[in-house]
């Protein structure tokens, strides 16, 4: 159906960034909404940014003013921007394409760590 593959994870001291990037392939229908989640060992996951295909943006508390998700429709392609980032944003951070009706897809997730 979908496919997404991110890249970009990797190990950054606090206040350092990182640039992620999910690329979908497969069936995918114009309309949809493409974000980031991110789950530590032991905690449940959670949502961390969403970006619709008209360009709408949604934050967590967490990270706004600090990521910056965006995404390039020519290229089926999601990208989250981090900045300033902190310990606690240390994670596997999952790709997310979601149709309507149900239909909804995962990355296989990068490892994002943040050193004192």
């Known amino acids: 159906q979908v496919q997404l593959v991110e890249s970009g994870g990797g190990l950054v001291a606090a206040g350092g960034s990182l640039r992620l990037s999910c690329a979908a392939s497969g069936r995918i229908l114009s309309i949809n909404v493409m974000g980031w989640y991110r789950q530590d060992p032991g905690k449940q996951r959670e949502l961390v940014a969403t970006?619709?295909?008209?360009?709408?943006?949604n934050y967590a508390d967490s990270v706004k003013g600090r990521f910056t998700i965006s995404r390039d429709n020519a290229k089926n392609t999601v990208y989250l921007q981090m900045d300033s980032l902190k310990p606690e944003d240390t994670a596997v951070y999952y790709c997310?394409?979601?149709?309507?009706?149900?239909?909804?897809?995962w990355g296989q997730g990068t490892q994002v760590t943040v050193s004192s």
């Open positions: 970006i619709t295909s008209g360009g709408s943006t």
């Open positions: 997310n394409l979601a149709h309507a009706f149900g239909n909804n897809y």
